[in-house]
C-alpha cells in the first residue's frame, strides 16, 4: 500500500480545476514580474552582462530611440552567439546577437500564455509590453515556478529537507 492509495479521487479533481482555473483566469500580474533592464541595439554584449549580473536577471531588453521593443537578448545568447562562437563581448553590439522583434505579452494576458510561450516556443523569458510595444516587464519560468508553487504551498512548504524528490515514494503527500 502506498501512500497515496487513500487519495480521494474526488479532492484530487477538486484541486485540478482550482489549478486549471487559475490558469486560465489569472493574469499575468500573478506572477510578480520584474522590471525589465532595457538597452539600446548598441550596447555592448559585455555592458549587457555587466547589467544582468547586477541585477541577477536572465536578460535584456533591446528598445529603438523611442523606447519600443525591438529585441531580446538572454544569457542563453550569450552561449549560443557570443561564447560559443568565440566573439569578443566587449566589441559585439547587441544588434549582431540579439533576437529581433521578439514575442510579448501584456500583464493582462492570462498566465496560460505566459505558459505556453514557453512549453511550446521554448522562451526562459518572455517581455511584457504596453500598448505601445514599450517594455514594462519581464515574466520567466522562475515566475511562473513561483505561482504554481503558490497554488498548493502546503504540499511544497511542508517537504521535508533532504533528497525527497529522488524518492518520490517517500513522500508525504499529507
Known amino acids: 500500500m502506498s501512500d497515496f492509495d487513500d487519495i480521494d479521487a474526488g479532492t484530487v479533481e477538486g484541486e485540478l480545476a482550482e489549478i486549471r482555473g487559475a490558469l486560465f483566469n489569472d493574469t ?8 525589465p ?4 541595439e548598441t550596447a555592448t554584449v559585455a555592458e ?3 547589467r544582468m549580473l547586477a541585477r541577477r536577471q536572465a536578460g535584456v531588453l533591446v528598445v529603438d530611440a523611442e523606447g519600443r521593443l525591438i ?4 544569457e542563453r545568447d550569450v552561449l549560443m552567439r557570443v561564447a560559443g562562437r568565440g566573439r569578443d563581448a566587449r ?3 547587441l544588434a549582431e546577437v540579439m ?6 505579452l501584456g500583464v493582462n494576458d492570462r498566465v496560460a500564455y505566459a505558459v505556453h510561450s ?4 521554448g522562451y526562459r523569458t518572455v517581455p511584457l509590453v504596453d500598448a505601445d510595444r514599450k517594455p514594462i516587464g519581464v515574466a520567466t ?7 504554481l508553487a503558490g497554488l498548493f504551498p502546503e504540499a511544497v512548504l511542508n517537504l521535508p529537507p533532504g533528497d525527497v524528490l529522488k524518492r518520490p515514494h517517500q513522500m508525504d503527500a499529507g
Open 141 to 147: 519560468v522562475n515566475d511562473v515556478i513561483r505561482w
Open 118 to 121: 514557453m512549453s511550446v516556443a
Open 71 to 74: 529585441g531580446i537578448f538572454t
Open 99 to 104: 533576437t529581433r522583434d521578439p514575442e510579448a
Open 28 to 35: 499575468i500580474t500573478m506572477l510578480g514580474p520584474a522590471e
Open 48 to 50: 549587457a552582462i555587466e
Open 91 to 93: 566589441q559585439t553590439r
Open 37 to 40: 533592464i532595457c538597452l539600446r
